[in-house]
Each structure stands twice: as C-alpha cells, then as structure tokens.
C-alpha cells in the first residue's frame, strides 16, 4: 500500500523559513518523480515543484521561484521543500503527491493528507 | 500556460441523478486530462487520467470523455458518498494546472 505522511506545517511569520517533509513507503521511491501541491483555505489546488527520481530535475511555479527548494533523499524514502522568504499568500495545506510512472508523469496517483502552513505575524 | 476553465461551479443534484461536468482547455492537451474527486477535509483522489481511463478502485459508474480541448465527467446515478468537488488537471511543458473545481451537492 502507497503511504505518504507529510509533516513540518505549522505557524511562521512572513519572511521567515519552514521545511516540510514526506515520508513515503509502500513503492519503489527512486523510480518515481515527486511533487508538492498546495490549496489556500477555501480554494482549489496549485501545482508547486516537481523533482525527478533521480533528484536531478526540478521544476518549480513561477511563484515560489528562488525561494522555494524541493529536495529528496532516495536512501531514507523522503521528500523535502525548503520554503525561505514566506509570504501571507503561502498559507495553504501543502500536499506530497507521487506521480504516475514515466509514460503517465502527468497525473499524481496518490496523495498525502497535507501539513498545513500559516503564514501570519 | 494552457488555462482549463470548469464548468459549472456548482451543481446541485439529488442522489440518483446524473451529474455532467465539463473542463475546457484554453489549448489542446491531446486526450491528457485528468479528473480528481476532494470530500471535505480530505486530499484529493485519483479518478480519471488520459482523459477516459478509470484508476484502481473507481467504481464505473464515473466515466470520462474528450479530447483536445473538451473534456467531461460523468456519474450516471449519483451515490451519497459522491458528493465532493472535481478538479481537472493537465500537465504541459512540465507545468501541471488545475481547475478551479466543481462542487457537487445535494439539492
């Protein structure tokens, strides 16, 4: 069973830094691209970065550019976003999500249940 | 950055009934259209992708249609566990977007 556990969402001022991370298990994690997708309270869903398997490539919203830094390690099954330079518009439930395999990396095929960062002074 | 525009916002049904929801593409995304089902308080779930294929454990009474740049989302009979809201998703260029959503509720 596909299991991912988000945690590292909590209260920060704006400007200030977090570190969001995912514990995956239950599938090969190395062989597969990961994201983090983020929903405002109220609102729908916004993509926010992608890394490949092998931690090579990244891809980022142009929103979070330069301030945003998506990260894993294959060896402990982690995915990581390092959120410097926050802003009142970050407030959102951050989702890890596993995209399909590599002919169907357009779809994310599970979901974690999201970590909940605060942006507010 | 292709644009997908759901419709309508809300819709309002009562179990049994058939629910139509639409996604259009501002350009075509070929048959790559992808749907998701979000109940209160809970991440979404894969329903739909390559715009017709049901993923693991979808029961066949959702289906998808289109390709290019319209798609839609079907439930024949409306179960109570199915009112939730729907996204459309696609991915272009390595840029995934979404859909503003429609909520589906019970009238």
């Known amino acids: 069973e596909v299991l991912l556990v988000e945690s590292g969402g909590g209260l920060v001022q704006p400007g200030g830094s977090l570190r969001l991370s995912c514990a995956a298990s239950?599938?090969?994690?190395?062989?597969?691209?990961m994201s983090w997708v983020r929903q405002a309270p109220g609102k729908g869903l916004e993509w926010v970065s992608t890394?490949?398997?092998?931690?090579?490539?990244?891809y980022y919203t142009e929103s979070v550019k330069g301030r945003f830094t998506i990260s894993r390690d294959n060896s402990k099954n982690t995915l990581s976003l390092q959120m410097n330079s926050l802003r009142a518009e970050d407030t959102a439930i951050y989702y890890c999500?596993?995209?399909?395999?590599?002919?169907?990396?357009?779809?994310?095929?599970?979901w974690g249940q999201g970590t909940l960062v605060t942006v507010s002074s | 950055e292709i644009v997908l525009t759901q419709s309508p916002a809300t819709l309002s049904l009562s179990p049994g009934e058939r629910a139509t929801l639409s996604c259009r593409a501002s350009?075509?995304?070929?048959?790559?259209l992808v749907w998701y089902q979000q109940k209160a308080g809970q991440a979404p779930r894969l329903l739909m992708y390559d715009a017709s294929n049901r993923a693991t454990g979808i029961p066949a009474r959702f289906s998808g249609s289109g390709s290019g740049t319209d798609f839609t989302l079907t439930i024949s009979s409306l179960e109570p566990e199915d009112f939730a809201v729907y996204y459309c998703q696609q991915r272009s260029s390595w840029r995934w977007t979404f859909g503003q959503g429609t909520k589906v509720e019970i009238q």
């Open positions: 350009q075509s995304v070929s048959y790559h």
């Open positions: 239950g599938f090969t994690f190395s062989s597969y691209a």
């Open positions: 890394l490949s398997g092998s931690g090579v490539t990244t």
């Open positions: 999500a596993k995209l399909g395999p590599a002919s169907s990396s357009h779809y994310f095929d599970y």
